[in-house]
């Protein structure tokens, strides 16, 4: 699980420019399924077939990132957001293009205090000396991920990325060591998910799965002053009971409780007060999308140092399977 997730989080995958990170996943899961394709959303989704119920898997490829909007004659880039950026996370921030190309992040000499501080107040500094110089490096409309390194502490690990590489890794790791089913399964790496939850819903429309299963990352109630939350690192899978934009099916949710409580797998109930994820999108698919959510305690949600507990990871894993094995509908 560990190799897998360094491998994962490392690589370039803001929002609308996963093909880096398809490429990635693709080459570590092609061999232990039955087939793969990619959608006109860019979504990679992956068959082992099965003559019984289908059932879909999503965790998100996606990670946020900036966007260059302006050049100034000096050669600072001028930037917009690409999913959940906050200005207070990214000052003093490495960034990185698609290209290599690595910048920091400054706020303007003026501003007099963090009150007024908003992403138009921010500038990325490459080091050029004006506007033709860097234009040679990063054109307007370049992206780039928030630099984050990989490393392991203990039971948990730290990098960029981990919303949701996480859950992609929970899913590699799963591809690789199936259990035995006659359930058809759909594993399903999504696009676009920190800009609206876009390619879980035309994945699903295309799949359109008897039940479908979204991990993700999830905020902790166990840091300074957070808001009061049971979910908590190293407490296990958090099973999703709602957000801003889904209500879990409740003969879903149940059985993901009975399975985690037969199986000694330690777990909490999330209920989260703000965003929204990929079984929002799945759940209204078609006539609808019987779905639940397992998630992924994580501190430090949006930003270039998330952490996840290797344990919690591996208790996913084997939430997951059981429920892919022993669901009947």
């Known amino acids: 699980m560990q190799d897998t997730l360094k491998l994962v989080t490392q690589v370039f995958g803001v929002s609308g420019n996963e093909e880096d990170i398809r490429e990635v996943i693709f080459n570590e899961i092609k061999k232990y399924v039955d087939e793969t394709r990619v959608d006109a959303m860019g979504n990679l989704i992956a068959v082992k077939k099965g003559r019984k119920k289908k059932i879909m898997l999503a965790?998100?490829?996606?990670?946020?990132?900036?966007?260059?909007?302006?050049?100034?004659?000096?050669?600072?880039?001028?930037?917009?957001?690409?999913g959940g950026v906050s200005p207070f996370t990214s000052l003093g921030q490495?960034?990185?293009?698609?290209?290599?190309?690595?910048?920091?992040?400054?706020?303007?000499?003026?501003?007099?205090?963090?009150?007024g501080l908003k992403l138009g107040k921010l500038f990325i500094d490459i080091g050029c000396k004006n506007r033709e110089e860097a234009e040679k490096l990063v054109k307007v409309g370049d992206t780039a991920n928030f630099v984050g390194e990989f490393y392991v502490q203990g039971s948990s690990a730290v990098s960029k990325a981990m919303d949701d590489r996480s859950g992609c890794a929970v899913l590699i790791e799963l591809i690789r060591n199936m259990p035995k089913t006659e359930n058809e399964i759909y594993f399903v790496f999504t696009t676009q998910e920190e800009v609206g939850l876009r390619g879980a819903k035309t994945a699903a429309f295309g799949i359109m799965p008897d039940c479908a299963i979204a991990i993700d990352v999830t905020l902790t109630g166990d840091t300074p002053e957070c808001g009061k939350r049971e979910v908590k690192l190293g407490g296990g899978p958090a099973i999703k009971v709602k957000d801003n934009a889904y209500i879990a099916h409740p003969a879903i949710r149940r059985y993901l409780e009975e399975l985690a409580a037969e199986n000694g797998?330690?777990?909490?109930?999330?209920?989260?007060?703000?965003?929204?994820?990929?079984p929002?999108?799945?759940?209204?698919?078609?006539?609808?999308?019987p779905c639940g959510g397992i998630s992924i305690p994580c501190r430090g949600v949006h930003s270039p140092a998330e952490m996840v507990s290797l344990e919690d990871l591996e208790y996913c894993v084997k939430l997951t399977s059981l429920f892919i094995k022993n669901y009947k509908g």
Do not use: C, W
């Open 59 to 82: 965790a998100h490829m996606d990670e946020i990132g900036i966007i260059a909007t302006f050049i100034d004659e000096d050669g600072f880039i001028r930037f917009s957001n690409i």
């Open 94 to 115: 490495r960034v990185r293009f698609r290209n290599g190309i690595t910048g920091t992040i400054s706020a303007e000499e003026k501003l007099e205090d963090f009150k």
């Open 265 to 278: 797998i330690p777990y909490t109930l999330e209920l989260l007060d703000r965003g929204g994820s990929d």
């Open 280 to 289: 929002g999108a799945i759940q209204t698919t078609g006539i609808g999308v």
